[in-house]
């Protein structure tokens, strides 16, 4: 079965400074993983995804992730932090072998940005 | 945009009454997927639906169904509400190739 862990619940940042959002999985199989976004009263938004390609992973608004089997993780990282950044971060993953199956999501990491 | 339609946006009834959410995925995807989100259980998978066929069931209680119609839309009916189904309820659809979903807006749901 396939679970994901975000460490921390709420993570706090100045503007400016490097964003690093964790998430581990778990799974039986190698795994897609995904990285979505909700903003307040907004459906949740695909920021990037690995799907067994190149390990480390570029998305939108200037976010990457990079795989690591041997850590089983897909930390979340943004160099610089913008006020705009702050929304809930859910990782999610589905087992490669099987598309179209639903996503397994984490319980999501509150990221705030101060100025 | 997603492209993904979900009516209503806002719900409001009572205890025991049933409500039926509806969900229009984008254009050209065959896959359905319903979620809950709650404070306490996060984003919960409910069910999943296939070119009208029930693929996959999550932790849908027995008092919540769905389906999807020739269209591919697809409804959420939750019956004899109860307090703790408030909550948002998401749909996503997706192209079956590589897992992304793509997710609506949700329909909050308030049961008073």
Same mark, same amino acid.
């Given at each position: 079965?396939?679970? @994901?862990? &975000?460490?921390?619940?709420? @993570? +706090? @940042?100045?503007?400016?400074?490097? $964003?690093?959002?964790?998430?581990? !999985?778990? *799974?039986?199989?190698?795994?897609?993983?995904?990285?979505? $976004?909700?903003?307040?009263? &907004? #459906?949740? &938004?695909? =920021?990037?995804?690995?799907? +067994?390609?190149?390990? =480390?992973?570029?998305?939108?608004?200037?976010?990457?992730?990079?795989?690591?089997?041997?850590?089983?993780?897909?930390?979340?990282?943004?160099? *610089?932090?913008?006020? +705009?950044?702050?929304?809930? !971060?859910?990782?999610? $993953? *589905?087992? +490669?072998?099987?598309?179209?199956?639903?996503?397994?999501?984490?319980? #999501?990491?509150?990221?705030?940005?101060?100025? | 945009? %997603?492209?993904?339609?979900?009516?209503?946006?806002?719900?409001?009834?009572?205890?025991?009454?049933?409500?039926?959410?509806?969900?229009?995925?984008? %254009?050209?995807?065959?896959?359905?997927?319903?979620?809950?989100?709650?404070?306490?259980?996060?984003?919960?998978?409910?069910?999943q639906y296939y070119n009208g066929e029930e693929?996959?069931?999550?932790?849908?209680?027995?008092?919540?169904?769905?389906?999807?119609?020739?269209?591919?839309? %697809?409804?959420?009916?939750?019956?004899?509400?109860?307090?703790?189904?408030?909550?948002?309820?998401?749909?996503?659809?997706?192209?079956?190739?590589?897992?992304?979903?793509?997710?609506?807006?949700?329909?909050?749901?308030?049961?008073?």
């Amino acid at each position: 079965a396939q679970s @994901v862990t &975000q460490l921390g619940s709420h @993570v +706090s @940042v100045s503007e400016g400074a490097l $964003v690093l959002l964790r998430c581990n !999985y778990s *799974s039986s199989v190698p795994p897609y993983l995904f990285w979505y $976004v909700q903003y307040p009263n &907004q #459906g949740l &938004q695909l =920021l990037l995804k690995y799907t +067994s390609a190149a390990t =480390l992973v570029k998305g939108i608004n200037g976010f990457e992730a990079e795989f690591k089997k041997s850590e089983t993780s897909f930390h979340l990282t943004k160099p *610089s932090a913008h006020m +705009s950044d702050a929304a809930e !971060y859910f990782c999610a $993953v *589905s087992p +490669s072998n099987q598309a179209g199956t639903a996503l397994i999501f984490g319980k #999501g990491t509150t990221l705030s940005v101060s100025s | 945009d %997603s492209g993904v339609t979900q009516t209503p946006k806002h719900l409001i009834t009572a205890t025991g009454q049933r409500v039926t959410l509806r969900c229009s995925p984008r %254009s050209g995807d065959l896959s359905v997927y319903w979620y809950q989100q709650s404070l306490d259980q996060g984003l919960q998978f409910l069910i999943q639906y296939y070119n009208g066929e029930e693929r996959a069931k999550g932790n849908i209680l027995e008092r919540f169904s769905a389906q999807q119609f020739p269209d591919l839309h %697809s409804e959420l009916n939750l019956s004899s509400l109860e307090l703790g189904d408030s909550a948002l309820y998401f749909c996503a659809s997706s192209v079956d190739l590589t897992g992304e979903l793509f997710f609506g807006e949700g329909s909050r749901l308030t049961v008073l």
